[in-house]
């Protein structure tokens, strides 16, 4: 799973899209691949993580991966065969001693190629399951947020010529944006004749963010009682919700956020609700907003830029030790920015952003204007410091 950064789908949403997968999923006459594409913010894996979950109740979840940018070895392909084996350990415990095997045999196989892998780790346990039922559906989330392009056209690739030749066992549902890279392979005659392709903007998502919305204010306003006193229960308005619904034009990170900055522990929810109503629409009158209501100064900056140009991204705790920046410093940094990142419980914990399309804003200097971060500078900053860490 994406280990809390993206749940999943709000109870009696996105179920038309859900319903369509898992019919897919279940039918025995389905094409072998199925690929869920849609922009950034419109809820892609929250709807596959729901899926997965469903899938694993009904035992038909054979293993699950989940791409996730700036989360290290998250982002790089080389671990995304070794886990699917690994899960289908679990998932089809007849496969575990093929699996077993075939690494004992050789155990520079983790190493080998994409197709050798995939042939000796993935189909090879499955095909001695043979007239045995099994789970047979393989999710992978967000193949745009893994950093090695051309391994995901290859991985795609044999997907589709092992589908065409009726050689593979498996079904795939596979969840990305639309980048060039994934798109042209797709797009090929080859893959169109075995691949589902889902269009998540086909889907009306206005009634659902409209549910989404109304649930979470509704739990915050039970939850808050003394700062709603004279308020009326139905808080926001019918009004005041379907606009909020209007703004964010289907796109659920930009409901998210809405949610998240009004019920934010700092200010008034009211007067918040007042500026997200009176702002433009779209996600950079948004951040902007948010950043705004902050109180900016040199640390909340700098700690923003690390978070957001490291490779991998790091703990309360670590970021402390690298920028010399105290831990109570940063968690008051991170507070004033809390309804556009993911601030862990502990110290300990991974510091993430929400959204990818929050490090997009950021650098582009045309989008977020005095908030932009210049990443030469502040690369160069990061360099000092790990110096300064290696030399200690």
């Not at 893959?191 to 989404?212: G, R």
């Amino acid at each position: 799973n994406r280990q809390g950064l993206r749940h999943q789908c709000t109870q009696d949403t996105r179920e038309d899209v859900i319903y369509t997968i898992m019919q897919w999923a279940t039918n025995e006459d389905s094409l072998p691949i199925c690929w869920l594409n849609g922009p950034a913010g419109f809820g892609k894996s929250a709807i596959v993580q729901t899926v997965a979950e469903r899938l694993a109740v009904r035992g038909t979840l054979a293993a699950s991966f989940f791409f996730l940018r700036g989360a290290g070895l998250r982002t790089e392909f080389k671990r995304v065969l070794t886990t699917l084996a690994y899960h289908m350990t679990i998932s089809i415990p007849a496969a575990k001693s093929v699996i077993q095997e075939a690494l004992q045999r050789d155990p520079a196989l983790p190493n080998y190629s994409i197709q050798d892998q995939f042939q000796q780790l993935i189909i090879a346990p499955v095909l001695k399951l043979i007239g045995q039922n099994h789970p047979k559906v393989v999710v992978i989330d967000a193949l745009d947020e893994c950093s090695e392009a051309k391994s995901i056209q290859a991985f795609i690739n044999l997907l589709v010529s092992l589908s065409s030749n009726d050689s593979c066992p498996l079904r795939f549902l596979l969840a990305s944006r639309g980048e060039d890279h994934i798109q042209n392979v797709f797009g090929g005659p080859d893959a169109k004749s075995v691949t589902k392709t889902l269009e998540l903007e086909q889907f009306n998502s206005v009634d659902d963010i409209h549910t989404f919305m109304k649930s979470s204010f509704a739990n915050f306003h039970n939850q808050h009682s003394r700062v709603f006193q004279g308020v009326s229960e139905q808080w926001p308005s019918s009004e005041q919700l379907t606009e909020l619904t209007n703004k964010s034009s289907g796109v659920f990170i930009f409901a998210a956020t809405v949610v998240s900055f009004i019920t934010e522990e700092k200010g008034s929810p009211q007067q918040k609700l007042e500026q997200v109503l009176t702002a433009h629409t779209g996600l950079d009158p948004l951040y902007s907003q948010v950043l705004n209501a902050a109180s900016w100064h040199g640390d909340l900056n700098k700690v923003l830029a690390v978070i957001i140009l490291l490779h991998e991204q790091l703990s309360i705790a670590a970021l402390s030790d690298l920028i010399e920046i105290r831990v109570m410093d940063i968690v008051s940094c991170l507070l004033e920015i809390q309804s556009i990142v993911k601030i862990p419980v502990t110290n300990d914990g991974i510091v993430q952003l929400n959204h990818a399309s929050l490090q997009d804003f950021l650098l582009d200097k045309k989008r977020s204007k005095e908030y932009h971060i210049q990443a030469p500078f502040y690369h160069a900053i990061i360099f000092k410091h790990c110096l300064t860490r290696m030399t200690q």
